[in-house]
Every structure is written in structure tokens, then in C-alpha cells.
Antibody, heavy 122, light 103 residues
Framework: QVQLQESGPGLVKPSQTLSLTCTVS??????????WSWIRQHPGKGLEWIGY???????YYNPSLKSRVTISVDTSKNQFSLKLSSVTAADTAVYYC??????????????WGQGTLVTVSS | DIQMTQSPSTLSASVGDRVTITCRAS??????LAWYQQKPGKAPKLLIY???SLESGVPSRFSGSGSGTEFTLTISSLQPDDFATYYC?????FGQGTKVEIK
């Protein structure tokens, strides 16, 4: 079955760019039909959707983060990536990648990666 | 934007209890709702999609219902493994979460 795994630095300095990669196994991003997503969870808080990318490169971002977010895809490596610029302590969170299904208004995320904690601190 | 209001925020229950969690939308969302279970230190797990479709492998004691603006997640007989936090989701918006605790 499809599995997702996040990777990247666990510590980022304020004002720098957070960069994470999600590696997909057990299925191909290029096969289409799914929207590859990033979701984060601040410590002890709820879930916040960051954005998604389709295999073609089309993206859609949370308006609240749009000015700082870039999601890209590398189909040759079966990976997609997140960049969040100008980070502050408020961006400290567990970051999850997930596969999104969107169909006629319906949307759900499954499966999810295990998540990776990113701390913003000097 | 459509707002999602989930209640209660915390629920204390005993093994064997019937548990109901509610998610209300600020406007009609047809059946576009999903439910997740999250345990501490773990990623959320999809339970229900399209408001009432049970994800493969999820125990049948979990069920979802509703359409329009009011939705419920029901656990028919709470098991020890069910103590967790539950979230509803509509597109890019998640509910605030309901923590199910041991009474």
C-alpha cells in the first residue's frame, strides 16, 4: 500500500526557509488522481492544512500561508516538497504529508506520513 | 469561508459507552465531511469519508451520519483503543478536535 515519509531538518532559524520532502512509496505520484498535501499541527493544537500539489505541478495553498509557501513535485524521485519562507516561532509544528482525494466536492486525506517536528529557534 | 464547529471539546466516557461527537458547518456542505482519529504522537487516521462511508479496516462500531450542516461521529461501544482525539474535516478546514478521555 502507499506509504509517505517526511524528511528534513528538525531545527530552523528564525527568518530562514523551512524545507521538507515527502517520499512516496508503494504508488506513483505520476499516476494522477490524487493531490499531494502538507498539513501541520502546532504543539498541543489542531490541524492546519498548508496546501497541495497535483502531479502536473498545479498547486493550491491555504490563503493564510500563501505568501510564504511553495510546494513542488519531483515525479522522477516520487517526491514532493514544502518550502516555507521567513519562519518564526509560530511555525514550530509537526509537519505531515498526506495524499488527498478530491472528487465532486468530497475531500479526504489518506494515508498520512508519520510527521516530523520542526522547531524554529535560534 | 465555511466554518466548522466541533463539540464537545472533551468527552469523558467508559468502556462500553455509546459516544457521539458533533460537527456543524456554517452553511450546507452536502456530505463533504471526513472524520479522523489521532492518538498521541501519531498521525491522524481516516475513519469516515463522504460523511458516512467507513474506511476499509476501520471497526464497524464507528459510524458517521448527517448531511447539510450537522454531522455526527458515533462509536457504538467504546473500546480501550478508542481513547483518542477525533477531528472532522471539510476540504482545508479541520474541526477543533474532541478528546475522548477515560471516565
Amino acid at each position: 500500500q502507499v506509504q509517505l515519509q517526511e524528511s528534513g531538518p528538525g531545527l530552523v532559524k528564525p527568518s530562514q526557509t523551512l524545507s521538507l520532502t515527502c517520499t512516496v512509496s508503494g504508488g506513483s505520484i505520476s499516476s494522477g488522481g490524487y493531490y499531494w498535501s502538507w498539513i501541520r499541527q502546532h504543539p498541543g493544537k489542531g490541524l492546519e492544512w498548508i496546501g497541495y500539489i497535483y502531479y502536473s505541478g498545479s498547486t493550491y495553498y491555504n490563503p493564510s500561508l500563501k505568501s510564504r509557501v511553495t510546494i513542488s513535485v519531483d515525479t522522477s524521485k516520487n517526491q514532493f516538497s514544502l518550502k516555507l519562507s521567513s519562519v518564526t516561532a509560530a511555525d514550530t509544528a509537526v509537519y505531515y504529508c498526506a495524499r488527498g482525494t478530491y472528487s465532486y466536492g468530497y475531500n479526504w486525506f489518506d494515508p498520512w506520513g508519520q510527521g516530523t517536528l520542526v522547531t524554529v529557534s535560534s | 469561508d465555511i466554518q466548522m464547529t466541533q463539540s464537545p471539546s472533551t468527552l469523558s466516557a467508559s468502556v462500553g459507552d455509546r459516544v457521539t461527537i458533533t460537527c456543524r458547518a456554517s452553511q450546507s456542505i452536502s456530505s463533504w465531511l471526513a472524520w479522523y482519529q489521532q492518538k498521541p504522537g501519531k498521525a491522524p487516521k481516516l475513519l469516515i469519508y463522504k460523511a458516512s462511508s467507513l474506511e476499509s479496516g476501520v471497526p464497524s462500531r464507528f459510524s458517521g451520519s448527517g448531511s447539510g450542516t450537522e454531522f455526527t461521529l458515533t462509536i457504538s461501544s467504546l473500546q480501550p483503543d478508542d481513547f483518542a482525539t477525533y477531528y472532522c474535516q471539510l476540504r482545508g478546514t479541520f474541526g477543533q478536535g474532541t478528546k475522548v478521555e477515560i471516565k
